[in-house]
């Protein structure tokens, strides 16, 4: 897989895409948000991946999106294709089979927040800088509102956006944004270890699991119920379910047959 804005490597069951643009702190330029895109695509049809790491190089995660695109468009219909595209992985994301892991130093701001919030999993590097910056340009973080509204509170949502200030790492942490807090040196061992927690265990059960979270997140109780029972019985007959469950009554390793 070969990209322009990012980097892709894959060690084992664990993939890492790299935003690639250290020089504009990995801004969201239509090439950066195209390849990623397309990197969680096709990194989701690999079966031999079962955890996908997002990070940023150089000093940021990512500051947003490149405004000098800004004046590329006039019409809203021009301005609204061009969003569209930067906020395709956000969907993307919720969309795919595979647990994804955000891995954020330095900023996360607008578009770099939003990803931060659309990621399944966050792990911040201790002075991590994150925010809802686009007001302070005359904008509003209209795409990333719709994952960080799913991952905090009202009040804490709305302060965000309508601020535009920074927050910090720990304020991250503690309002629930993110689930570790980590030094920045240890900041790439800390995501791996955590992502080798995930990849050790059944990939249809961990697959179908996710799948099943984000459909029943918009259910109602009832029939959210219901479709779980549906998705268990279905895991039930599974592979993965046969081996793991051999495995823990004989005391053993299992080893997933997988797809």
């Not at 397309?38 to 996908?52: G, H, I, K, T």
């Not at 219909?77 to 330095?106: C, N, S, Y």
Request: aromatic share 6%; glycine share 8%.
């Amino acid at each position: 897989m070969a990209y322009e804005a990012v980097t892709v490597d894959i060690d084992g069951h664990i993939s890492t895409i790299t935003l690639n643009r250290p020089e504009a702190m990995n801004t969201f330029s239509t090439g950066l948000a195209h390849d990623l895109d397309d990197a969680l695509r096709e990194l989701d049809e690999n079966d031999d991946v079962r955890v996908v790491i997002i990070e940023g190089a150089g000093k940021a995660f990512s500051a947003g999106i490149d405004l000098t695109e800004h004046g590329d468009f006039d019409t809203q219909r021009e301005f609204k294709r061009w969003v569209r595209q930067m906020e395709k992985p956000f969907q993307t994301l919720v969309d795919m089979r595979t647990p994804v892991i955000a891995a954020a130093h330095g900023h996360a701001a607008a578009n770099g927040i939003g990803l931060v919030a659309a990621c399944d999993l966050a792990v911040l590097a201790e002075g991590t800088k994150l925010g809802a910056t686009a007001p302070n340009v005359g904008l509003f973080c209209m795409g990333p509102a719709v994952p960080l509204m799913r991952s905090l509170t009202q009040k804490q949502c709305l302060e965000l956006l309508l601020t535009g200030e920074l927050i910090d790492a720990k304020t991250a942490f503690d309002w629930g944004l993110v689930n570790r807090v980590v030094p920045k040196d240890d900041l790439r061992e800390e995501t791996i270890a955590l992502a080798e927690s995930i990849a050790e265990k059944s990939p249809v059960a961990v697959q179908m699991g996710k799948q099943a979270y984000y459909v029943m997140n918009d259910l109602d109780y009832d029939t959210a119920l219901e479709y779980s029972n549906e998705l268990f019985a279905s895991l039930c007959t599974t592979g993965d379910a046969n081996e793991g469950i051999d495995a823990f009554l004989n005391k053993r390793e299992p080893e997933w047959p997988g797809k």
